[in-house]
């Protein structure tokens, strides 16, 4: 057997089970769904969720909301932009530290954040009812704790 050979069933057979690839796959599959049905909000499904983690948590720093969404600082600001730009979200400085900025739904994402809610629970229950609840059941506390995996947990 030749090291091409070798390589290509190994990839072959890591595809089977890596995490990573699934993970990423289940979430592209779900996002679709998502987006799909909240589609006539004119938001992505990523926007929506940062409105519901800036309305539960306002206000609150850009890298506090990164780490909220498990990600870095830029692209919360590259998300945040249109936000901003719609009326949707502010960004104004911290009063104890003006190099900090703090993020704040605005009256106007907060109307738009309840117009998108049963858009969102209509695909929340589509998705669940197809998965089925033993899985969701299973699947939710396996998702927040592999939210809590980074970098530093490799041994």
Known sequence: MDDRQLTSELAAQAVEVCLCFHARKASRAITQVFDHILAPTGLRTTQISLLMVVNAR?????????????????????TIKPLIKSGFISEMPDKQDRRVKLITLTDSGRAALERALPLWQTAQSQVAKRLGSGVVQTLLPALESAAQLGPSDIV
């Open 58 to 78: 306002s206000p609150l720093r850009v890298g506090d909301l990164a780490d909220a969404l498990v990600t870095d600082s830029t692209t919360v600001s590259r």
